[in-house]
T-cell receptor
């Protein structure tokens, strides 16, 4: 089954404790992206990647890092999480030149 | 500035009734417009995609319209069901650039029995 998977689905952590949210897709898509979704603000892009070893900032990249060492994986790293990073995070992927994105199930992160 | 605005922000309707959601955009140069359905706590799922030359497209009880001249789109839901309760997000793509999607903030639809 074609899908985007994220882990963990739920995470509660404390300020400053490094964490990684994994994202994997099995559709051989070149393009992958991370979004955060907050009430009233909709989906905002954090980082995106056009292909392996190619990443770029989205609209709200501060406090986040990403890497794209393999085509299928695109982890999101929070080196020192803060409470304002409490949010619902989505990973998405698509084929280059095709505008339909496939979204993962989401990761709800709470930073206390 | 490229923007996508949706209205209303939220809507409550009775089961079986019809409703229409609106999307206005200032995105240019326009490529296509997509409506997504997002159940609470889940990832968005694509409902329809419309290109510049298309005026209307249906997907079951969902019908999307596009007026490229006025830069407006609507999503009409007929004979609503409880399972239609979700957020509906309008996403507009531009023709240029590597990162070319613009998201609306969504309309939260609640269908009550």
């Amino acid at each position: 089954e074609a899908q985007v998977t994220q882990n963990p689905r739920y995470l509660i952590t404390v300020t400053g404790k490094k964490l990684t949210v994994t994202c994997s897709q099995n559709m051989n898509h070149e393009y992958m992206s991370w979004y955060r979704q907050d009430p009233g603000l909709g989906l905002r892009q954090i980082y995106y990647s056009m292909n392996v070893e190619v990443t770029d900032k989205g609209d709200v990249p501060e406090g986040y890092k990403v890497s794209r060492k393999e085509k299928r994986n695109f982890p999101l790293i929070l080196e020192s999480p803060s409470p304002n990073q409490t949010s619902l995070y989505f990973c998405a992927s698509r084929r280059t030149g095709v505008y339909e994105q496939y979204f993962g199930p989401g990761t709800r992160l709470t930073v206390t | 500035k490229n923007q996508v605005e949706q209205s209303p922000q939220s809507l409550i309707i009775l089961e079986g009734k019809n409703c229409t959601l609106q999307c206005n955009y200032t995105v240019s140069p326009f490529s296509n417009l997509r409506w997504y359905k997002q159940d609470t706590g889940r990832g968005p799922v694509s409902l329809t995609i419309m290109t510049f030359s298309e005026n209307t497209k249906s997907n079951g009880r969902y019908t999307a319209t596009l007026d490229a001249d006025t830069k407006q789109s609507s999503l009409h839901i007929t004979a609503s069901q409880l399972s239609d309760s979700a957020s509906y997000i309008c996403v507009v793509s531009v023709q240029t650039g590597a990162n070319n999607l613009f998201f609306g903030t969504g309309t939260r639809l609640t269908v009550i029995p």
